[in-house]
């Protein structure tokens, strides 16, 4: 795998999935 | 003259380059700009900048300072529009630069306004720069991933999309963190955040420009060959922007984004209040906050899901679901609420907002199919004023019903029924539009002019 492919999509993927954690623990207090 | 570094010249990939390192670059301008869903973050700060723990009566008002985003929408629509063919001529570096400048600068011009507690230069940094920013940033990579992805592309321009979405899920968290951060009992941090976030962004938007590469003119993917099987709605010819918002398939299309945003837009902008008082006494302040969370992560989620669906689907076969499932959840909602199916009723409107994301995400592709790559970044540049007008429509169809229906005596729990029905009547006429779609007539083909002898 090229190396530049993989800091490229950490760069972005990572701020996104760190929005969506916060988000799905505000969403589970819909259920709580 | 040799290229300068954010000439297109300077941009185009060599021999073997990996296309899937192009996604990401849009991803950091689309994640970047996609703050603005969030922008909701700052309004109750902004109105205590002077009070700081309270609002004093020289403080600027909640309505006032609401209209930052509406300017931010509006601007957002013009600029694609006017800049579309500019960024079109220049290529992708040198517009995600320009966007990353007026984005940013936009929020140190806010700062500006804040320190010296003048709303107006609020509007015009945020509102005016910023919004230049939004506009630019946005059509930005679109020509150029669909170059890359001549295969795919409903999947790669709703994977820079998709980032338009999610850059609210990172800004609503990000803004709290840093003004509990900066807040002091001299300060309530909006400033000091607004400063920081100029800079965050600005830094995290250079990355897309850094990275972004165009492919060479005769490129195609390894082992692609274009389908010989003719399709009636793809076509193989380029129209040119000036001519293509004269047919009648752009203003058709504009017709279709335009009520597929509008329906979805007015319900995500009052979404808290909405479920707190059709479930009144059930879903307190904080389970409403996560409802709006789910919905934005739904509509984040739609839009790589079905634009990439469009790819297999077809583009108008995907508008067809979004406007038939649109109708039938809308007309069942509020059925779902008088009856207290709450799950039911949060599975809906999540479905909704993937559809209402999905038709951003969708109609670069569309346009592709309909008029070429040519001039496909500038002609979106020129729909996204659909945007700007259901930007200003949907809310004022949702809040305004809304408040006539309470004035006129009908229960909060039911205010939002005729709104609902009202939605199904705008999604009927996004199918029609839909349904009229033709393929563009070939007097709009662009020929390129021939050689002198």
Known sequence: ?32 | MPASFLDRESTVAPAGYNRFLVPPAALAVHLAIGQAYAFSTFNLPLTKLLGITHADPADWKLTDVGWTFSIAIAILGLSAAVFGHWVERVGPRKSMFTAALCFGGGFIVSAVGMHFHQLWVLYLGYGVLGGCGLGIGYISPVSTLIKWFPDRPGMATGMAIMGFGGGALIAAPLSLLLMEHFKSPISTGVLETFVTMGVIYFMYMMIGVIAVRVPAADWKPAGWVPSAKAQRLVTSANVAVDLAWRTRQFWLLWGVLCMNVTAGIGVLGQASPMIQEIFSGRVTPAAAAGFVGLLSLFNMGGRFFWATTSDYLGRRNTYMVFFLLGILLYSTVPSLGHLGYIELFVAAFAVILSMYGGGFATIPAYLRDMFGTMNVGAIHGRLLTAWSVAGVLGPVLVNYIRQFQIDHGVAKAQAYSITMYIMCGLLFVGFLCNLAMRPVDERYHYRAPKPAK
């Not at chain 1, 950490?10 to 709580?32: E, H, M, Y």
Request: proline share 3%; charged share 10%; hydrophobic share 60%.
């Open chain 1, 1 to 32: 795998m090229n190396f530049r492919l993989i800091v490229l999509w950490l760069v972005v993927g990572i701020p996104l999935l760190w929005g969506v954690s916060k988000t799905l623990q505000n969403a589970l207090k819909l259920f709580t």
